[in-house]
T-cell receptor, first 116, second 110 residues
Framework: NAGVMQNPRHLVRRRGQEARLRCSPM?????VYWYRQLPEEGLKFMVY????????ESGMPKERFSAEFPKEGPSILRIQQVVRGDSAAYFC??????????????FGEGSWLTVV | GQQLNQSPQSMFIQEGEDVSMNCTSS?????WLWYKQDPGEGPVLLIA?????ELTSNGRLTAQFGITRKDSFLNISASIPSDVGIYFC??????????FGKGTRLSVIA
């Protein structure tokens, strides 16, 4: 009964490169969320997706960041032309599709991005 | 936007002591969740609350959804060393993404 799977766990990129973070939701979950956590901070919402749809991207920077959740395959968070300030832990979470439990989200183990 | 105020920011307690932490929000929520995060790991769900006044336990952990729907608390009884970590509250009004508090960092002195 696999949980939310994220990869890579750790990623190092030079300034200006692209970072791609992948997330496979829990089995049976069709909603995916991405959160960012800076050191010593809480989690900040970035984007909420369902299959092939972005539902809410109000927390995602307008430039350089994009997210997708295709019909087949994992959700991808892409950061283009990374800068040092992008260094953070990026967490993916998923939830069931309906009911009160639809508000309960389960997290993956995170992807730690370091920009050098 | 919605804001959560979580307190205390950090706690140092003796092993065996009880712990209490709480969250208040600027708006009404219909879901309160409590997570624990260990260093280098993702947050792990501890307790989920869906109704005002609801009191739910998970082992030595007890959490309540406040009657006003603007607050929640988490209690840990008889703390042990493995309780060390950062505890986050999170809430949602249903049609908005989960909002997280800044966390309570718990240290347990054996």
């Amino acid at each position: 009964n696999a949980g939310v799977m994220q990869n890579p766990r750790h990623l190092v990129r030079r300034r200006g490169q692209e970072a791609r973070l992948r997330c496979s939701p829990m089995k049976g979950h069709s909603h995916v969320y991405w959160y960012r956590q800076l050191p010593e901070e809480g989690l900040k919402f970035m984007v909420y997706l369902q299959k092939e749809n972005i539902i809410d991207e109000s927390g995602m920077p307008k430039e350089r960041f994009s997210a997708e959740f295709p019909k087949e395959g994992p959700s991808i968070l892409r950061i283009q032309q990374v800068v040092r300030g992008d260094s953070a832990a990026y967490f993916c979470a998923s939830s069931p599709s309906t009911g009160a439990s639809g508000n309960t989200i389960y997290f993956g183990e995170g992807s730690w991005l370091t920009v050098v | 936007g919605q804001q959560l105020n979580q307190s205390p920011q950090s706690m140092f307690i003796q092993e065996g002591e009880d712990v209490s932490m709480n969250c208040t929000s600027s708006s009404i929520f219909n879901t309160w969740l409590w997570y624990k995060q260990d260093p280098g790991e993702g947050p792990v769900l501890l307790i989920a609350l869906y109704k005002a006044g609801e009191l739910t336990s998970n082992g030595r952990l007890t959490a309540q959804f406040g009657i006003t729907r603007k607050d929640s608390f988490l209690n840990i009884s008889a703390s042990i060393p493995s309780d060390v970590g950062i505890y986050f509250c999170a809430g949602s009004s249903g049609n908005t993404p989960l909002v997280f508090g800044k966390g309570t960092r718990l240290s347990v002195i054996a």
